[in-house]
């Protein structure tokens, strides 16, 4: 019975993970294209709420549930398959983390904007820029983490 449980936790929280992480992306990519100060800022609150909410929770949940499967699947640190999803697991969080820093800063950025008045800051293109480049990283690593949780090679 625990090893049902805690798959379908492992499943369910890594569906919640990729689900916001690429629902956050699409509107906060398509709110930047439109240029919009208030859809940008409406946005950039939402995503930033999302990730505390939703992605922080998860990648946690991710992590603890895995170590518990392997150890009731009797998997091993070592199968290649589990390390290279550790590999693509700590790689895509390192791109999160300084994105979740972006996501404050173009928030912060855009509220100021929307009550002065005044175009967004170079400065805020910047980091979409760099936003962009980190999340075109972290998702095809995710895609591999779920292929290797699914097929195992």
Known sequence: MDYIVVKWV???SSTILFGTGIGSAFYLFMANREKNIAGIHFAAVH???ADWLFTAPAII???AT???LLHLTGYSLSDGWV???IVLYVFAGLC???VVWMQIKMR???KVALETGAALPQTYWRLDRWWIIAGSLAFPAVVVIFYLMV???
Do not use: S
């Open 10 to 12: 492992h499943i369910l």
């Open 47 to 49: 995503v930033v709420i």
């Open 61 to 63: 949940i991710q992590f």
């Open 66 to 68: 895995g170590m518990w």
């Open 83 to 85: 390390r290279w999803g």
């Open 96 to 98: 999160w983390l300084p």
């Open 108 to 110: 912060d950025m855009a």
């Open 151 to 153: 097929a195992k090679p």
